[in-house]
């Protein structure tokens, strides 16, 4: 489906922004990448250098009284690409309205296990709740683009409505503006991409070869950027999918060993960011600090972006609205993700099975059934134990009764596997099957679901999700 330049009639709507509006998805990725190499830095002068260039910004005033409850200790950073042409960014041509086309809800879960960037549609049609600007004037609900609200009364107005939307509890904001993210790809050295064909995009100032390459931040701009240059479908979505694609090269790029075994290009990236980038002035010195550290181990495999689902908008062909059926369990999961679970107390095997030592994962064959009505809940357990090590054999469902809690069956002979699954898996005690193939032990998914250990509250399957550690050139042609 192809989504429009053109604005919904509605007399509410802020100014159009026309065909050279910048739109860039992929801005506000930095600072996720920011946050998690400066985890090789401890120096506490090094942190207030970097403090001292970011611009604060008080917003208590302008968020509404009716937000949702803090539920747990995870954290949620709304992140936000400016259009503002002030400055720096006049060279990007005169100001077309001053909307925002980013939004990243980025969730990081307690203990900074993993990490989701769920992205919003900017021409999504949703109910903009009610807002206030910094001069203290009301800006009165309004239904209209996703992309409006900044426009209407600047980052809290789109926190506001995301709170409204989602029912997430939005700890901090984070905005880049473009001559920041040019900037910021260029400290980084560059960005990887791939293209399935040659590009030649005048309207985005953009020319690429065929095939895996490396651009720079203007050409990083321009790939971000274009509808036009044969890219995908030339709709929003199909450039979100592409854009996610790049997040995941930003996120690569600035956990890799390269990046984090050379303080000089770690200090200039992170200086880059903190020059370009606008915070809430809750997002402190020291909670940045206590989040690094909390984000310590952060590798790209462990950092998804998903598009929140969204489905036709009736009245108009051009424009989306979210699909809550199938939003709704992917905001409940990130609403309820909690404390990672405590380790299980020793276990109080006989003697004879405790002097064997558990196996390694890699040793280890499991089959994971899902015995709920949560769909692909097996699979994504799946892939969660394939990235622990363990070799997944099979994934598919079976029938039982909805009381009947999660088990972890194993065969005679395979005590040892069961107990490496078993330590992956906390609160799950093995039992021996009678009907288990040999060699394979069987995690049966019941009642309460899952949790693997240190992967937060299972999240549901979101068709197009993108792992940061994916071949870039893996669908985003």
Not at 291 to 308: D, E, I, N, P, W
Not at 433 to 439: E, S, V
């Amino acid at each position: 489906m192809a989504i429009s330049e053109r604005s919904v009639p509605v007399e509410t709507a802020p100014p159009a922004a026309g065909d050279r509006r910048w739109r860039l998805i992929g801005w506000a990725s930095v600072v996720l990448s920011a946050v998690m190499v400066v985890t090789s830095l401890t120096a506490y002068g090094f942190y207030r250098s970097i403090n001292g260039s970011i611009t604060r910004d008080n917003v208590d005033d302008q968020l509404n009284a009716n937000r949702p409850p803090k539920l747990n200790n995870s954290l949620n950073i709304l992140l936000i690409g400016s259009d503002n042409r002030d400055g720096e960014n006049k060279q990007f041509g005169a100001d077309q309205g001053g909307g925002s086309d980013t939004t990243i809800l980025m969730h990081i879960s307690p203990g900074g296990e993993r990490a989701i960037g769920i992205s919003f549609p900017r021409d999504s049609m949703v109910r903009i709740p009610e807002c206030r600007k910094e001069n203290g004037a009301r800006v009165p609900p309004s239904f209209g683009q996703l992309n409006w609200a900044y426009s209407f009364a600047g980052p809290t107005c789109t926190w506001n409505l995301i709170e409204d939307l989602t029912k997430i509890r939005i700890d901090h904001y984070v905005e880049i503006d473009m001559s920041g993210f040019i900037e910021v790809v260029d400290a980084l050295g560059g960005v990887e991409i791939c293209v399935p064909r040659a590009v030649n995009d005048p309207k985005a100032d953009l020319k690429l070869r065929a095939g895996r390459q490396v651009v720079m931040g203007r050409q990083a701009v321009g790939y971000v950027r274009t509808r036009t240059g044969g890219l995908g479908d030339g709709s929003d979505l199909s450039r979100i999918k592409r854009q996610q694609a790049f997040m995941g090269s930003v996120v690569k790029k600035a956990t890799g060993s390269g990046m984090l075994k050379d303080p000089a290009r770690t200090y200039d990236f992170l200086k880059a960011v903190a020059g370009a980038v606008k915070v809430d002035d809750r997002l402190t010195l020291n909670t940045m600090q206590k989040l690094a550290r909390s984000m310590q181990g952060m590798s790209a495999g462990k950092v998804t972006f998903v598009t929140v689902p969204v489905q036709a908008y009736p009245a108009d062909p051009n424009r989306v609205q979210i699909n809550q059926a199938q939003a709704k369990p992917l905001f409940d999961a990130i609403r309820e993700d909690n404390e990672l679970p405590k380790a299980p107390p020793p276990s109080k095997a006989p003697a004879q099975q405790a002097a064997q030592p558990p196996a390694r994962p890699a040793e280890t064959s499991v089959a994971v059934l899902n015995g709920t009505d949560t769909q692909g809940l097996a699979q994504r357990t799946a892939d969660g134990l394939k990235d622990m090590g363990f070799k997944v054999v099979q994934v598919g469902s079976r029938k039982q009764p909805p009381t009947r809690p999660t088990q972890i069956l194993y065969a005679p002979g395979a005590e040892r596997q069961a107990a490496a699954l078993a330590q992956a898996i906390p609160g799950v005690q093995p039992k021996p099957y009678a009907k288990a193939k040999p060699g394979t032990v069987y995690l049966v998914i019941g009642k309460g679901g899952v949790q693997l250990r240190g992967s937060g509250t299972p999240l549901p399957k979101i068709a197009g999700e993108r792992r940061a550690d994916a071949d870039p050139c893996a669908g985003t042609g």
